[in-house]
């Protein structure tokens, strides 16, 4: 009995024709795909602005004053980027988060932990093209911005933002009434989703992500 060994391969035209196939079909997948990883950074960055305005009432409920050395009875003041403008002598988030992550032992004495940091938000470049290690202590957003933070330290029930960057300005004031605490991430920039797309033009402060937490 004789076997058929001749086998037949596929013609160069049938090879084109899969490849054809298959990059119509990434090219009808990657927007889905895209979008879907935008909405689950943005459903990352709500969460952690949460974990953040948590931490720090939690402080405030321990000590009775807010995790702002030499604020607390003072007009609020932002805490973000390295690069603040307006202030020649910025209020740098990693202030707030030495506190809170209970490396700074001087102003919580009680070395609680009250916020734990992400490796993977340790790390990364912000619109203003500074670079972030966990060294320094930041908790960037998935974007690689700091999270932008402003604690009511005059008691005032008023929070205000009064270094908000925004592409058309350098810098922005936005009062919110009858809130404690407040976390702000620019949001994904809007030419893109990628933290290492950086760039002030590409953000809007119209799309950013805000939570507040009532008095």
């Not at 024709?17 to 927007?31: G, K, T």
């Not at 307006?86 to 030495?98: A, L």
């Amino acid at each position: 009995m004789r076997l058929n060994t001749n086998r037949r391969g596929f013609t160069l035209i049938e090879l084109l024709v899969v490849i054809s196939i298959i990059a119509v079909l990434a090219a009808l997948l990657f927007p889905a795909i895209n979008a879907a990883m935008k909405r689950a950074d943005i459903t990352r960055a709500k969460t952690e602005m949460n974990n953040i305005k948590t931490a720090i009432l939690s402080y405030y409920k321990d000590y009775g004053f807010m995790p702002a050395p030499g604020r607390n009875g003072s007009q609020d003041s932002d805490y973000g980027m390295k690069q603040l403008p307006g202030n020649s002598t910025p209020d740098d988030q990693s202030i707030v988060m030495n506190i809170l992550t209970a490396r700074d032992t001087t102003n919580n004495p009680n070395r609680k932990v009250y916020l734990q940091i992400p490796e993977e938000s340790l790390v990364g470049v912000d619109m203003n093209g500074d670079s972030y290690t966990p060294a320094n202590n930041y908790f960037l957003d998935p974007w690689g911005n700091p999270y932008q933070i402003i604690m009511d330290t005059d008691a005032d029930t008023v929070i205000l933002f009064s270094r908000l960057q925004t592409p058309l300005q350098v810098w922005n004031i936005v009062e919110i009434i009858g809130h404690k605490v407040g976390v702000v991430s620019y949001g994904p920039p809007t030419g893109g989703n990628s933290a290492g797309s950086n760039n002030k033009a590409s953000y809007d402060i119209s799309r950013a992500l805000t939570t507040f937490t009532p008095p």
